[in-house]
């Protein structure tokens, strides 16, 4: 059984809260050693050292990314987020060129947003 990962960036509105209608999913093809930078899952071959441990969702999370997330009950886990600057901070991004292809395209969008994701079993 393989694992999958749900995204979503959130954007900032002028009034400091997330914007609850732009939340932008994002397709992220399977790939564990990408899992296992972002989040530590399935980190148990490699031994890739995470950008962070799962941090669980944000707590001003918007609303449409919470129900996504809740939709998953019990087969989501290890939810978490990383602000795209966290992101592009990391010299690791670049091991993964798809990934920070799709990064750079939601950088342009708004440097400020943030990536919000889960996985599933």
Not at 10 to 17: H, L, T, V, W
Not at 35 to 41: K, P
Not at 43 to 70: E, F, Q, R, Y
């Amino acid at each position: 059984m393989g694992c999958d990962m749900h995204a979503y960036v959130e954007i900032m509105g002028e009034d400091g809260k997330w914007i609850d209608d732009i939340a932008i999913y994002v397709e992220i093809d399977r790939h564990y050693d990408l899992f296992s930078w972002l989040a530590d899952v399935r980190n148990d071959v490699n031994n890739i050292k995470p950008i962070a441990p799962a941090k669980g969702l944000p707590k001003d999370v918007t609303d449409n990314v919470k129900w996504a997330a809740m939709d998953w009950e019990d087969d989501g886990h290890s939810h978490s987020w990383h602000s795209l600057s966290d992101l592009f901070s990391s010299t690791d991004l670049f091991k993964y060129p798809a990934f920070k292809k799709q990064i750079d395209k939601l950088w342009q969008i708004d440097p400020n947003g943030r990536l919000v994701f889960w996985f599933d079993n």
